[in-house]
């Protein structure tokens, strides 16, 4: 992998062979019966009927004082509160007998092996090795399965020459501008991580992110940018991503159109279609492999903007995060392991209690864009109704996410959190020290935290109805010391292992996406008509529509 040199950002080609290890291994691994048919489900069915729907969390409290110190833990880079949550010890203890039942350690150990538990698409499932760090390298290339060894290999050559390239685009005082133009993993993914790193970013880099194929949101940046000061980075794993490439083709038109003379220095490509991206005029090309998601992307050369912002050790640092947590996941008894516990819980919300969302409160406007991240993340990973087999599944999957961050929230839709007819649980997210604030700011936002936790379990009662809270309401606590690019990484992680948790309870494929795919192929079709006028074939809604459209 060379890099070559220019007077600006610096051109390298990283273009990885992608699938050694992908269809290395055909099995799913060890793999136990799906949760419907094992004896701990029926279990839980009855645990719920007896006991479990009649939990009251202040009773809970009051007859147990240690309940805190059994319901919470430490966990890389987070601790967690679990105790105000709708379970007890005996809930929890058949919740861990359906995930040994289920084959859980199995079906994790699969996927660290390299197995191909994409069933559908026949590919292994390998973003952690995105994040082994450096040291881990010569270990485990002693050690682990071929497969495994080439790809890390590979992994590291594309990450010191995308981080190389990072800290020379960062050294480059007349680049002012960084545009992303992705959509899904390619834009979610490092959007919200640049946005929450916002105190480790360099001065003097403005990043900014495109994905919508509404040009408004691509002319809202371009009118305050210039050719000369600007790197645009056109991330596509097969560069040929609808709204990606009219925004690319946009952007290069835009370029061309007010001076700019050097395509091969302004635009730099994330993608594995080295020659699309060639043709398009892109020499600086990173690539990523078959066995990494678009959700799962963040810690590839997908990456890039964050690398720019914080820099290689920060990048460096993010990964560590994320490494340490997978660690925990891979190496802690089900009892003890944080991802599975809160898997578990999700799967004793949505199929016992049926409650089919839950909100994401992050108390911080850093992590503003984390909930639309974990919706992606959650919803499209385990958004299926068919089983591994294709068969159809007698119980709901995932639940919806939603939310904002607070205090913005409470004074939107809390209102429905404490007195709607609907139970949500609410996972709050909460930073002990803050890289930046303003006196007494950050204690109000604790206490605010803190207080709408305690008032949806506690409650209060009211006579009249109207100022009556029921409470007991069910919520989890996260906490980070500080949002720091490794406790970041660490609590994303901590999110991905949780739905491969509840994924695999539920025996579902949590890895592939052909939910997306129908519309765009319909799009396709739909976009002439809007030309031609043409309505053949189309049912009577569809032609109504696309007449008074055009």
């Given at each position: 992998?060379?890099?070559?040199?220019?007077?600006?950002?610096?051109?390298a080609?990283?273009?990885?062979?992608?699938?050694?290890?992908?269809?290395?291994?055909?099995?799913?691994?060890?793999?136990?019966?799906?949760c419907?048919?094992?004896?701990?489900?029926?279990?839980?069915?009855?645990?719920?009927?007896?006991?479990?729907?009649?939990?009251?969390?202040?009773?809970?409290?009051?007859?147990n004082?240690?309940?805190?110190?059994d319901?919470?833990?430490?966990?890389?880079?987070?601790?967690?509160?679990?105790?105000?949550?709708?379970?007890?010890?005996?809930?929890?203890?058949?919740?861990?007998?359906?995930?040994?039942?289920?084959?859980?350690?199995?079906?994790?150990?699969?996927?660290f092996?390299?197995?191909?538990?994409?069933?559908?698409?026949?590919?292994?499932?390998?973003?952690?090795?995105?994040r082994?760090?450096?040291?881990?390298l010569?270990?485990?290339?002693?050690?682990?399965?071929?497969?495994?060894?080439?790809?890390?290999?590979?992994?590291?050559?594309?990450?010191d020459?995308?981080?190389?390239?990072?800290?020379?685009?960062?050294?480059?005082?007349?680049?002012?501008?960084?545009?992303n133009?992705?959509?899904?993993?390619?834009?979610?993914?490092?959007?919200?991580?640049?946005?929450?790193?916002?105190?480790?970013?360099q001065?003097?880099?403005?990043?900014?992110?495109?994905?919508?194929?509404?040009?408004?949101?691509?002319?809202?940046?371009l009118e305050?940018?210039?050719?000369?000061?600007?790197?645009?980075?056109?991330?596509?794993?097969?560069?040929?991503t609808?709204?990606?490439?009219?925004?690319?083709?946009?952007?290069?038109?835009?370029?061309?159109?007010?001076?700019?003379?050097?395509i091969?220095?302004?635009?730099?490509?994330?993608?594995?279609?080295?020659?699309?991206?060639?043709?398009?005029?892109?020499?600086?090309?990173?690539?990523?492999?078959d066995?990494?998601?678009?959700?799962?992307?963040?810690?590839s050369?997908?990456?890039?903007?964050?690398a720019?912002?914080?820099?290689a050790?920060?990048?460096?640092?993010?990964?560590?995060?994320?490494?340490?947590?997978?660690?925990?996941?891979?190496?802690?008894?089900?009892?003890?392991?944080?991802?599975?516990?809160?898997?578990?819980?999700?799967?004793w919300?949505?199929?016992?209690?049926?409650?089919?969302?839950?909100?994401?409160?992050?108390?911080?406007?850093?992590?503003?864009?984390?909930?639309?991240?974990?919706?992606?993340?959650?919803?499209?990973?385990?958004?299926k109704?068919?089983?591994?087999?294709?068969?159809?599944?007698?119980?709901a999957?995932?639940?919806?996410?939603?939310?904002e961050?607070?205090?913005?929230?409470?004074?939107?839709?809390?209102?429905?959190?404490?007195?709607?007819?609907?139970?949500?649980?609410?996972?709050?997210v909460?930073?002990?020290?803050?890289?930046?604030?303003?006196?007494?700011?950050?204690?109000k936002?604790?206490?605010?935290?803190?207080?709408?936790?305690?008032?949806l379990?506690?409650?209060?009662?009211?006579?009249?109805?109207?100022?009556?809270?029921?409470?007991?309401?069910?919520?989890?606590?996260?906490?980070?010391?500080?949002?720091?690019?490794?406790?970041?990484?660490?609590?994303?992680?901590?999110?991905?292992?949780?739905?491969?948790?509840?994924?695999?309870?539920?025996?579902?494929?949590?890895?592939?996406?052909?939910?997306?795919?129908?519309?765009?192929?319909?799009?396709r079709?739909?976009?002439?008509?809007l030309?031609?006028?043409?309505?053949?074939?189309?049912?009577?809604?569809?032609?109504?529509?696309?007449?008074?459209?055009?």
């Amino acid at each position: 992998m060379n890099a070559e040199r220019s007077d600006g950002p610096p051109r390298a080609s990283s273009a990885p062979s992608g699938g050694s290890a992908a269809h290395a291994v055909a099995s799913v691994g060890a793999s136990g019966p799906r949760c419907d048919r094992t004896p701990a489900w029926a279990a839980l069915r009855t645990q719920y009927a007896t006991a479990g729907k009649k939990l009251d969390l202040r009773e809970a409290f009051a007859a147990n004082p240690h309940r805190f110190a059994d319901f919470s833990q430490d966990a890389p880079h987070v601790f967690a509160d679990l105790s105000k949550n709708l379970i007890d010890a005996a809930t929890e203890t058949l919740l861990l007998d359906l995930a040994r039942q289920c084959g859980l350690e199995g079906r994790r150990d699969a996927m660290f092996a390299g197995d191909a538990i994409n069933r559908t698409e026949n590919r292994a499932v390998m973003h952690f090795l995105l994040r082994n760090p450096a040291p881990a390298l010569m270990q485990q290339a002693q050690t682990a399965p071929e497969n495994i060894a080439n790809e890390l290999v590979q992994v590291h050559e594309t990450l010191d020459a995308m981080l190389a390239f990072a800290e020379r685009v960062r050294a480059d005082a007349a680049i002012t501008d960084i545009v992303n133009i992705g959509i899904g993993g390619s834009d979610l993914g490092p959007q919200m991580a640049v946005l929450a790193l916002e105190a480790f970013r360099q001065p003097g880099k403005r990043l900014h992110f495109v994905s919508n194929i509404d040009g408004q949101e691509l002319a809202g940046v371009l009118e305050d940018l210039k050719p000369q000061n600007t790197l645009f980075v056109i991330a596509s794993k097969t560069f040929a991503t609808i709204e990606t490439m009219t925004n690319a083709a946009s952007a290069k038109q835009w370029f061309e159109a007010h001076g700019g003379t050097d395509i091969a220095r302004h635009f730099a490509a994330l993608t594995t279609n080295v020659a699309a991206a060639n043709a398009f005029g892109v020499s600086t090309n990173f690539g990523f492999w078959d066995w990494v998601g678009g959700r799962y992307s963040l810690w590839s050369a997908i990456g890039l903007p964050l690398a720019i912002a914080i820099g290689a050790q920060g990048f460096r640092n993010f990964l560590a995060g994320a490494h340490a947590m997978d660690q925990h996941f891979r190496a802690t008894p089900l009892a003890q392991n944080l991802p599975v516990r809160l898997g578990l819980l999700d799967v004793w919300y949505r199929n016992f209690h049926g409650f089919s969302s839950r909100s994401i409160a992050p108390y911080s406007t850093a992590l503003r864009r984390l909930p639309a991240y974990l919706q992606q993340l959650e919803m499209e990973s385990n958004g299926k109704r068919v089983d591994l087999d294709g068969q159809a599944l007698p119980f709901a999957t995932a639940p919806v996410l939603w939310g904002e961050p607070g205090t913005n929230g409470q004074h939107a839709y809390f209102q429905m959190l404490h007195q709607g007819t609907e139970v949500v649980p609410v996972e709050f997210v909460a930073i002990k020290r803050v890289a930046r604030s303003l006196p007494g700011h950050n204690d109000k936002l604790l206490a605010n935290v803190l207080a709408q936790a305690q008032a949806l379990m506690q409650g209060k009662d009211d006579g009249g109805g109207h100022k009556h809270f029921p409470g007991n309401r069910p919520s989890t606590f996260l906490l980070l010391e500080e949002l720091t690019p490794a406790s970041l990484g660490a609590l994303i992680t901590l999110q991905e292992h949780r739905v491969f948790v509840s994924g695999a309870i539920w025996g579902i494929n949590s890895f592939d996406q052909w939910g997306v795919e129908l519309g765009k192929v319909l799009a396709r079709d739909i976009e002439p008509r809007l030309q031609s006028g043409d309505t053949a074939g189309l049912d009577g809604s569809t032609a109504g529509l696309l007449q008074r459209l055009r």
